[in-house]
């Protein structure tokens, strides 16, 4: 028994490392990798959701590198009419 808890803790650990965040677009126009031009200050990265509605446009330079997200939410919500677009303009997108 006194193993089993060790193991427990480390497993809910590499969950917390896992979720899933929500990162919503708050820049009319600039680089997706600027901190700022996100809700919560920060940048999303393996796992995480960007949500671009605001009819923003995000611009991924073509020295960005190869990065990693859940996925992509762009374009119009319930009862909106805003839009989302990115520019991808080089690097590699892959799902974690």
Known sequence: ??????????????????????????????????????????????????????DGRAVIAADAGDRALSSFELGEFQDSTDSGHIVMNGGFFSNW
Not at 27 to 53: H, K, M, Q
């Open 1 to 54: 028994m006194k193993r089993l808890l060790p193991i427990i803790s480390l497993g809910f650990l590499c969950l917390q490392s896992h979720a899933q965040g929500f990162f919503t677009w708050v820049a009319e126009e600039g680089d997706f990798y600027t901190a700022s031009n996100w809700d919560r200050n920060g940048l999303p990265g393996a796992g995480d959701v960007v949500i671009i509605n605001n």
